[in-house]
């Protein structure tokens, strides 16, 4: 007699490790010998009920201690993957856990792993950066997380020139019932972090200076309340990120980068990248001021509401007026970016139109920030900027 398969257990997601208990284990084992032997039907089922009566206990046990939904209930903390905070003049001795500012519903923290309890002690001196979540939070699609915030606030402020600074790396890894006071091998610590040869990436990352996070906290206000600001400081990023420009040199008379043109060889491969960098620069002007309308007065009037500067002056990079690159340049440009040539590539795209449009949209985003960002003590102050660190780093401060 052909033993009947045996049945499957609820799948448990793959980074909550799930690790049955002995009597679990044993039941299983139990009922697998009972189905290979051809026992009674009857005594089959009665183990296959109390398989999955120990196997329900033991997920809704693993599941309140290592929540699958995070921020949850004992999993309040996380390490922003990617970022270090600076620890220079050793204000973070080992275990301390130092609160640094409140960004909406997280406080991020700088934590210094303890080496006591370590296989390997750290190879960085410096501290990882922590976000802890207040009871209420829960992860939402809206929800703009601080991670996010800091991550645009730095790259708007260096013109999008940190290369350092990889989107790609950054990452919320949950540490469940999180004790600053043990080693960061004895934390418990979520997929895809959990295992030994992930968790080399929670001690790397670049490393943040306090002062400068002090100094960003007008950009990340900003950010944090002003959803047309933080649209398009995301398709800008978007746009550099595809096909790079150095903004300053765009913007500025002194210039290092001659953006010259593809050669040949080249060309075939950059084109879809330059198409894609100048539809996404284009979105980033029409989150500041929209679309131009065919009534000039309402498009002036949109202009004016979102930028100081007169739009009949000439945009330097471009040899034409702010009004004619907005209402006609970009979306000459955008519309042969965005539509394909039945199939064929668009060879009179050009570098030089991409990184006008670049520098346009950020030019644009500049002055509108410019206009609303918040004094520095309003700011430090809204977001709980920590003040012993505030006052020890402040003679850092640019322009200090």
């Known amino acids: 007699m052909k033993a009947p398969k045996l049945a499957a257990l609820p799948p448990a997601e793959p980074w909550m490790r799930f ?18 032997r051809g026992a009674d039907p009857k005594i089959v089922e009665q183990i296959k009920h109390r398989v999955a009566a120990l196997n329900a206990v033991e997920i809704a046990s693993h599941e309140d201690r290592y929540p699958s939904k995070a921020p949850g209930p004992n999993c309040r903390h996380a390490r922003l993957v990617g970022l270090l905070v600076d620890n220079a003049p050793g204000w973070l001795p080992e275990g301390a856990c130092v609160e640094l500012m409140t960004i909406g519903p997280e406080t991020l923290c700088a934590w210094r792993p303890p080496t006591e309890g370590s296989k390997e002690p750290t190879r960085s001196r410096h501290g990882w950066l922590m976000s802890a979540f207040a009871s209420n939070a829960d992860g939402t699609t809206g929800w703009r997380p601080a991670l996010s915030l800091l ?29 600053p006071s043990i080693s960061a091998e004895e934390q418990a610590v979520s ?41 398009a400081c995301q398709y800008l990023h978007a746009s550099v990120d595809t ?22 060889v080249r060309l075939s491969l950059e084109i879809p990248a330059i198409e894609a960098a100048i539809v996404q620069a284009t979105k980033a002007v029409e989150a500041l001021v929209g ?28 040899g034409r007026s702010f009004r004619d690159v907005y209402t006609d340049f970009i979306y000459a440009k955008r519309d042969e970016a965005a539509h394909s040539r039945h199939g064929q590539l668009d060879f009179t795209q050009t570098r030089r139109d991409c990184a006008v449009i670049q520098a346009f ?6 002055q509108y920030a410019e206009q609303r960002l918040e004094p520095h003590a309003r700011a430090l102050q809204e977001l709980n900027f920590n003040p012993t660190l505030e006052q020890h780093y402040r003679h850092e401060w640019p322009g200090k």
């Open 19 to 36: 690790q049955p208990s002995p009597e679990l284990s044993e039941a299983m084992e139990q009922l697998f010998e009972e189905q290979r």
């Open 151 to 179: 991550h645009h606030a730095l790259r708007f402020s260096a013109l999008y020139e940190d290369s350092f600074l990889d989107w790609r790396e950054l990452d919320y890894a949950w540490i469940y019932s999180f004790d």
């Open 191 to 231: 997929e895809p972090y959990a295992s030994d040869h992930a968790r080399t990436a929670l001690e790397g990352g670049s490393v943040i200076w306090p002062w400068r996070i002090a100094w960003l906290t007008p950009a990340i206000r900003l950010l944090e309340t002003d959803e047309r600001f933080y649209t």
């Open 243 to 264: 096909y790079y420009t150095c903004l300053t040199c765009v913007l500025s008379p002194r210039k290092k980068h001659s953006h010259e043109e593809p050669s040949w």
């Open 291 to 318: 679309q131009p309308s065919k009534n000039v007065a309402r498009t002036q009037e949109r202009w004016n509401s979102a930028f100081a500067s007169d739009w009949t002056v000439d945009f330097g990079p471009a």
């Open 361 to 366: 949209a950020y030019h644009l985003l500049f």
